[in-house]
């Protein structure tokens, strides 16, 4: 059996609630979906500030995964791609993003397309990430204006707004494929592609199907990536949290 532990960065619980929900529908039979919560986390991740205070308690969550060898690979779900680089630091396992995850499957199946976020604040972090991932090129992203949250309290009405956008989007963009850039958009997916006639991706189903390949197909990190000064790195991280730890982690990193 493959297990995916999904992990939530924010501490809403009814979010954490739903993404688990998403994942199981996009899971592939033998596949076990643990999702996890950033209990130290903000309520909601918007900007760049939201996302520097959700990685601690994200990586806490990873380390102790770890020590319990948990899970066979990672999901971070936040579009942001919260912390990502610093979780691929914790583990020889592999960790996806919804964000990239979500961003590679559109590129796969469209020549352009187009992002549709929460808040503007938001829009310039998407920006880079799709640079990083050479993706830009091929991509714009707008903005809802909807609050994270907000797409719980109102489903209707986020559904409505987000569908404008992405009338917009077929007109100005001429795009091909629609992102959905939140977490909390997951359950939209289907109805916005059968309402506007378009392929509509969202990040959590992607990861969870990324990660059931990888994972197939016995892919991991490189272990010279996982050099000593990272192990020490990692230890520090673990011992300062829980203390008796971190003799455990080096050992997951070294690949014992």
């Not at 076990?32 to 950033?38: D, P, S, Y």
């Not at 992203?141 to 009338?167: H, N, T, W």
Request: aromatic content about 2%; charged content about 20%.
């Amino acid at each position: 059996m493959t297990r995916i532990g999904i992990i939530n960065p924010n501490s809403t619980a009814s979010m954490t609630t739903s993404i688990g929900a998403a994942a199981s529908r996009a899971a592939q039979a033998g596949t076990e979906i643990i999702v996890m919560q950033n209990e130290n986390g903000p309520a909601s991740i918007e900007g760049a500030i939201d996302g520097a205070m959700a990685v601690p308690g994200l990586l806490e969550r990873i380390e102790r995964a770890e020590q319990d060898d948990a899970v066979d690979a990672y999901i971070i779900a936040c579009f942001d791609d919260t912390g990502l680089d610093a979780a691929r630091m914790l583990t020889r396992k592999p960790v996806i993003g919804i964000g990239e995850a979500a961003a590679r499957v559109a590129s796969i199946m469209a020549r352009r397309f187009t992002v549709i976020t929460t808040l503007p604040v938001s829009i310039s972090i998407i920006e880079d990430n799709l640079v990083r991932y050479g993706l830009s090129s091929f991509a714009t992203v707008r903005a809802s204006g909807i609050p994270v949250l907000a797409l719980e309290a109102d489903g209707e009405a986020a559904l409505s707004i987000i569908g404008a956008e992405i009338r917009e989007a077929l007109r100005v963009d001429r795009a091909d494929a629609i992102v959905l850039g939140c977490a909390g958009m997951a359950g939209m997916a289907k109805r916005l592609s059968g309402l506007h006639c378009i392929p509509v991706v969202e990040g959590v189903s992607a990861a969870v199907r990324l990660a059931e390949l990888l994972v197939g197909l016995e892919l991991h990190p490189r272990p010279h990536d996982f050099t000593a000064s990272r192990q020490g790195k990692a230890a520090s991280f673990a011992a300062a949290r829980h203390p008796g730890s971190a003799a455990s982690l080096s050992r997951s990193l070294a690949g014992s």
